[in-house]
């Protein structure tokens, strides 16, 4: 027998070129099984580049849209902090201003008050400076400057049962030779002696040529002394007023005597009086 040998057929694979022309010719190609698929793989490799850059560029483009709303949120919200600092800041320079006001306000009240108290006091203090009229009916008013002096009277006086001083006559003579000033007063009849300020009595004396002698201490330094021939109506330690009677009413043609004492020394009245008084 004649052995049949089966033989392999080989399957080729052709790629036709056709042209479009009417008279074109179709041309055959033969490629081989290695081209085939190395073109198939080409072009599976070639897909697979392309569809991977367009993930990728997809990824990014979702990745940027991302950042830009992220950013575009981080905006809303600076602005809106922005709004919220500006409005703080409009609160406080309100506020400041406020304060500022509130402050000048206290300062000026706070002045306002200091000089008002410094007024208050000075009209206070006013009210002990001897610069009233010691009478209120006077004919004359006359200056009798001289020397000041300052005549100690310790151990020279006395007191009596109602606790007035009463300076010897030795004294009292040697106080009015000593030449203080004095201002006298004709008085007329009816006529008042007054405290010229507000006082406390603190001697109630004589002397030989005015009889009664009346001295108000005002505080400050200043001491008034009133010398008449009128009966005393006040005690040593009273408090008087601006005003006050001391002595009964005068006779027509009484001399008032009147001194002021200003920190121990004598000084001449008609400065000090308000003679507008």
């Known amino acids: ?75 809303l919200d600076l602005n809106a902090q922005n709004e919220s600092l500006l409005k703080s800041i409009e609160e406080l320079e309100e506020r400041n201003a406020i304060l500022g006001t509130t402050l000048e ?3 000026k009240a706070e002045e306002e008050r200091i ?6 006091d000075a009209i206070e203090a006013a009210k002990y400076i001897p610069t009233g009229l010691p009478a209120n ?16 009277i310790t151990g020279n006086s006395t007191q009596n049962a109602d606790g007035e001083t009463i300076i010897s ?19 007329e009849k009816d006529g008042i002696v007054m405290a010229t300020a507000d006082g406390t009595v603190i001697m109630v004396s004589e002397d030989s040529v005015y009889t ?5 201490d005002h505080g400050n330094g200043y001491v008034s002394v009133y010398r008449c021939k009128c009966n005393v109506v ?3 330690g009273d408090t008087v007023t601006k005003g006050m009677q001391l002595f ?27 003679l507008k008084g």
Not at 27 to 33: C, R, T, W
Not at 212 to 216: E, I, L, P, S, T
Request: glycine share 4%.
């Open 248 to 274: 009964e009413a005068a006779q027509s043609d009484t001399v008032l005597g009147y001194q002021i004492i200003l920190n121990a020394d004598y000084i001449n009245p008609a400065e000090l009086m308000d």
């Open 115 to 120: 000089q008002l108290e410094a007024e208050e």
């Open 105 to 107: 306000e206290k300062i």
């Open 1 to 75: 027998m004649v052995e049949s040998k089966k033989h392999k057929r080989k399957t080729k694979r052709m790629i036709m070129l056709v042209s479009d022309a009417i008279d074109g010719k179709v041309k055959q190609h033969a490629l081989g099984v290695v081209i085939t698929w190395g073109i198939i793989f080409l072009l599976m490799f070639t897909t697979a580049v392309v569809g991977l850059c367009f993930y990728i560029e997809r990824e990014y483009m979702i990745s940027a849209s991302n950042d830009v709303s992220r950013l575009e949120q981080d905006i």
């Open 212 to 216: 009664n002698v009346v001295r108000v």
């Open 137 to 152: 009916k006077a004919v004359s008013m006359n200056e009798m400057a001289g020397q000041n002096t300052d005549i100690d």
């Open 234 to 236: 006040v005690n040593v």
């Open 169 to 187: 006559e030795e004294v009292a003579n040697e106080m009015m030779t000593s030449k203080n000033p004095i201002v006298e007063f004709v008085l």
